[in-house]
């Protein structure tokens, strides 16, 4: 889920404008397909390392790693990125290269808001 919380964070960074509403699914391959309410669509594979990426319906690309401790670095095919790190509370706080910040919570029922 981190991975897909900070893809979409350096989607939204990166020119693409995500709907008020997305919803996303994952199959039993781990591929994750997001919609939003405009007809955005985009889709998110992961491999067995933890390297993730993730291509709109425009042909923006994103690619992603994260490491043991949840740390992730995510950058797009124009050279945005986006880092990621989470706490041991499981908040997750996300800088681009900009100086922007994002922090998001969890909470028990799954869901997640970030502000």
């Keep these: 889920m981190l991975k897909v919380i900070a893809a979409l964070a350096l989607v ?4 693409i404008a ?3 509403t997305t919803r996303c699914s994952t ?8 919609r939003d ?3 955005n669509r985009s889709r998110t ?3 067995s390392f933890g390297n993730s990426r993730t291509t709109d319906n425009n042909g923006n690309t994103i690619r992603g790693t994260t ?5 992730g670095r995510f950058t797009d095919n124009n050279g945005n990125t986006v880092r990621s790190t989470t706490d ?4 997750t706080t996300l800088r681009d290269n900009n100086g922007n910040t994002t922090r ?3 909470d028990g029922f799954g869901n997640t808001r970030c502000r």
Excluded: V
């Design 45 to 47: 594979t992961t491999d």
């Design 88 to 91: 041991s509370f499981g908040n």
């Design 67 to 71: 490491d043991s401790f949840g740390n």
């Design 37 to 39: 309410n405009d007809g």
């Design 27 to 34: 199959d039993s391959f781990g591929t994750t397909i997001c």
């Design 12 to 15: 939204c960074t990166s020119s």
């Design 104 to 106: 998001c919570t969890s």
């Design 18 to 20: 995500l709907a008020d």
